[in-house]
């Protein structure tokens, strides 16, 4: 079945250094999906990349959808405080009935 | 926007009793809805497809008559935790499209979550 992975599980960054999450799947996807679940809260969605090559700015935030369709990566630039929480990517596959979520990369920023 | 709504946020209760949690759209009608489970620092695992006025699509693994789900109008779909134990503590979270259909690519619209806890 169609999985998933994303990488780094865990980030520490000092604020103000940049953050990188990146999502891989197994197989090609239809779009991709990004969430943001805070600690004790529920995901929040962010964005969704349908084109290949794709690139989406949300202010310091950059979402990129790679060529192949089957990886994604989101970029965040001088992070803050408010960043911290947990960056879920989800993929949706071609016959569009399945979305499959990554098992998130949790962003801690050092004050 | 859209807006899930769910209901209670933080269950406590003695092994053996049978947990209802319920999850509502608020401002459209979603003919399916999902529900996930969360371990502490972990991901959102797809438990069910919540299908209203049929039987629910249950994830491989998912004991249908442990976590029985009711869609039984286009905005309430319920989940019953029977006979819950310690190792059904966890959070469980709802969530539906826009477009109120399985297969849109609209963005997901979760709940709050509720946060069970077996003694």
């Known amino acids: 079945g169609q999985q998933v992975m994303q990488i780094p599980q865990y980030q520490h960054v000092q604020e103000g250094e940049d953050f990188t999450t990146y999502c891989n799947s197994s197989?090609?996807?239809?779009?991709i999906q990004w969430y943001k679940q805070r600690p004790g809260g529920h995901p929040v969605f962010l964005i969704q990349?349908?084109?290949?090559?794709e690139v989406k700015k949300q202010k310091r935030l950059t979402f990129q959808f790679g060529e192949a369709k089957k990886n994604s990566s989101l970029h965040i630039t001088a992070t803050q405080t408010t960043d911290v929480g947990t960056y879920f990517c989800a993929g949706r596959n071609n016959a569009g009935n399945m979305l499959t979520f990554g098992g998130g990369t949790r962003l801690m920023v050092k004050p | 926007g859209a807006v899930v709504s769910q209901h209670p946020s933080w269950v406590i209760c003695k092994s053996g009793t049978s947990v209802k949690i319920e999850c509502r759209s608020l401002d459209f009608q979603a003919t399916t809805m999902f529900w996930y489970r969360q371990f502490p620092k972990q991901s959102l695992m797809l438990m069910a497809t919540s299908n209203e006025g049929s039987k629910a699509t249950y994830e491989q693994g998912v004991e249908k008559d442990k976590f029985l789900i009711n869609h039984a109008s286009l905005t309430l779909s319920t989940l019953t935790v029977t006979s819950a134990h310690p190792e059904d503590s966890s959070f469980y979270i709802c969530?539906?499209?826009?477009?109120?259909?399985?297969?849109?690519?609209?963005?997901?619209?979760f709940g709050d979550g509720t946060r069970l806890s077996i003694l």
């Open positions: 990349l349908v084109k290949s090559g």
């Open positions: 969530s539906a499209n826009s477009a109120g259909t399985g297969f849109s690519n609209q963005p997901q619209h």
């Open positions: 197989t090609t996807l239809s779009n």
